[in-house]
């Protein structure tokens, strides 16, 4: 796991101490100083765990007296997390960053999404997911003839 400073360290104001925990590519979470909290509870917290690519659930957090503390509290919850997760959870955050990367990118230059390309942010009446696992245009008659079997199959799954 690769820690690296969110800011940079701050003498004069602690609350600046942040820390991002990489695993390889994937932000695997964070731990902080706490701001706004009473003197007396603990001063550090952690988040571990990325989305997408995971269940909401399945996120951990706590908070520590020490850096140490929080540090070592995090590695354990991320050893559990690891444990749960597959290639596949990796590479839906990793399509998220690009996507995102790529949608700032184009508005950077004055540009937007191609509306016939299926992302998060495009109207959901227009688009649907089939059970096969495809995103299609439910507007286009040729698209539709596709899916109708696998979703009348699906549906009739359900019923019973």
Known sequence: MAHAR??????ADAREECW????????????AIRTGNPHDEDPWEWHCGFYP???????QNGT??????????????WRVFLSNG????????????????????????????????WE??????????CPCGNIFNSHSIEENLVHVPHITQERAHRSV
Not at 6 to 11: D, E, G, L, R, V
Not at 53 to 59: I, L, R
Request: hydrophobic share 30%; charged share 25%; aromatic share 12%.
């Open 20 to 31: 991002h925990v990489y695993y390889g590519d994937i932000h695997a979470g964070t731990i």
């Open 64 to 77: 520590a007296a020490t850096f140490d503390e929080a540090r070592a509290d995090f590695e354990r919850a």
């Open 6 to 11: 969110a800011h940079p360290p701050s003498i």
């Open 120 to 129: 998060p942010g495009k109207p959901c009446s227009i688009y649907l997911k």
């Open 86 to 117: 597959t290639e596949a959870d990796f590479q839906a955050w990793r399509d998220q960053r690009d996507w995102t990367a790529r949608k700032y990118a184009l508005w950077d230059a004055g540009k937007r999404l191609p509306p016939n390309e």
């Open 53 to 59: 690519g995971s269940h909401p659930g399945e996120h």
